[in-house]
């Protein structure tokens, strides 16, 4: 069965929806969860900020700050949603990564040698997939081990 589950969370409630099942597979396998959170690095951020080839007077952020309060508000929903786990007896660990969500989420699972991985899919299709991509679709494509969609839509 599963000993070591890797569950991609961004911090939204849409993305915990896959907790419950985790907590189904882990308790059933005693596997370790391992809950990952992907933010922008502090070169994604700069690039993101910078006005490319027309010159425009930069944004007035401190980049360094928004990296460290997006790993400071990563870690603390983690921890949060480890705590949960933790209280149904399953063995819990968390890591903020920085980069690009689907990259963090394969690297961490084959450091980790991963199981499985978890993770919510928004249901985005046609042009809203196109436009913001689909995290779930690159993991699935790419991912060594299973994968896990939970799919889930926002509430009307």
């Not at 939204?12 to 005693?30: C, G, T």
């Not at 700069?46 to 870690?75: C, F, N």
């Not at 007896?89 to 699972?109: K, P």
Request: charged share 30%; proline share 4%; glycine share 6%.
């Amino acid at each position: 069965m599963y000993r070591r589950i890797v569950v991609a969370l961004d911090g939204s409630a849409l993305a915990e929806r896959v907790l419950p099942d985790i907590e189904s597979l882990a308790e059933a396998a005693k596997a370790e969860v391992v809950l990952v959170t992907a933010i922008a690095s502090l070169e994604m951020v700069l690039a993101q900020t910078s006005a490319g080839d027309t010159w425009v007077p930069p944004p007035a952020i401190d980049a360094e700050k928004t990296v460290d309060a997006a790993r400071r508000d990563a870690d603390a929903s983690l921890r949060s949603a480890a705590e949960r786990l933790k209280s149904k007896g399953i063995d819990v660990r968390t890591q903020v990564l920085e980069g690009v969500a689907e990259e963090c989420i394969l690297e961490a699972a084959r450091e980790r040698g991963a199981d499985l991985i978890a993770l919510t899919s928004h249901g985005r299709s046609g042009l809203d997939r196109a436009v913001f991509g689909s995290v779930a679709d690159a993991v699935i494509r790419k991912a060594s081990c299973p994968v896990l969609v939970v799919p889930v839509r926002e509430a009307p």
